[in-house]
Structure formats: C-alpha cells, structure tokens
Nanobody, 125 residues
Framework: QVPLVESGGGSVQSGGSLRLSCATSAYSIRNYCIGWFRRVPGGERERIAIIDSDGVRQYASSVKGRFTISRDTAKNTLDLQMTSLKPEDTATYYC???????????????????WGRGTQVTVSS
C-alpha cells in the first residue's frame, strides 16, 4: 500500500495554475514534517515546499511567491497551489513525509521516509 497518493497534475500553459493534492491514511499530517518535492529526468529531487507540525512553511526560492502549501487536517490532505507556472516548473511532483521529525524539517530529500509515486506537471511555453 502506497502511504501517500498525489493527484492534480496535468498540462498547462505558461502563466497558468494547478493545484496538487496528497492524501494519506498512513499518517496524521499535522504531526510531521510533510511537503512537496519535484524531479526532472536525470536530476535530483528538489525540495519545493514543506510544512511542519507547528504550521511553519518553507519554500524553495524558485517557487516562493508563486506556490502555496496548505493542509486540511479534517481531510488529512496536503495541497500545493501553483500559480504563474513556468516551463521550468515541468517535473514530476512528489509528496513526502519525514516520520522522524515534527519540526526543524530537513532540507535533504534523503531524510524523508515515505513517498508517493508522483504526479506529472507539464508547463508549455
């Protein structure tokens, strides 16, 4: 059973918006560092946005001001609202949780213990 399941990816033109969602029945998202990463073919996973148990949010400089991470604790889902999308945002987007941390979230993808399978986002110019 996949612990995290992403949805909401797709194709959009430059300047458009998409909203990704991550659902999990394995974790209570309010209790952990949880967030979004992305990877382009041949590249490393890049940390995009993280939220900790206190609600503190961190963003990569490449998406700050354009992407917003949020969580719905009633539904136990994690969302990523993406606006002003650029072709360089094209990637596979992953939801991940660090089951060993609630705060002081790691910047390294290798510290995140469980992952979804990813959802593709394609932005055309």
């Amino acid at each position: 059973q996949v612990p995290l399941v992403e949805s909401g990816g797709g194709s959009v033109q430059s300047g458009g918006s998409l909203r990704l969602s991550c659902a999990t029945s394995a974790y209570s998202i309010r209790n952990y560092c949880i967030g979004w990463f992305r990877r382009v073919p041949g590249g490393e996973r890049e940390r995009i946005a993280i939220i900790d148990s206190d609600g503190v949010r961190q963003y990569a400089s490449s998406v700050k001001g354009r992407f917003t991470i949020s969580r719905d604790t009633a539904k136990n889902t994690l969302d990523l609202q993406m606006t002003s999308l650029k072709p360089e945002d094209t990637a596979t987007y992953y939801c991940a949780v660090d089951a060993g941390r609630a705060v002081w979230c790691s910047e390294s993808f290798s510290d995140f213990t469980d992952w979804g399978r990813g959802t593709q986002v394609t932005v055309s110019s």
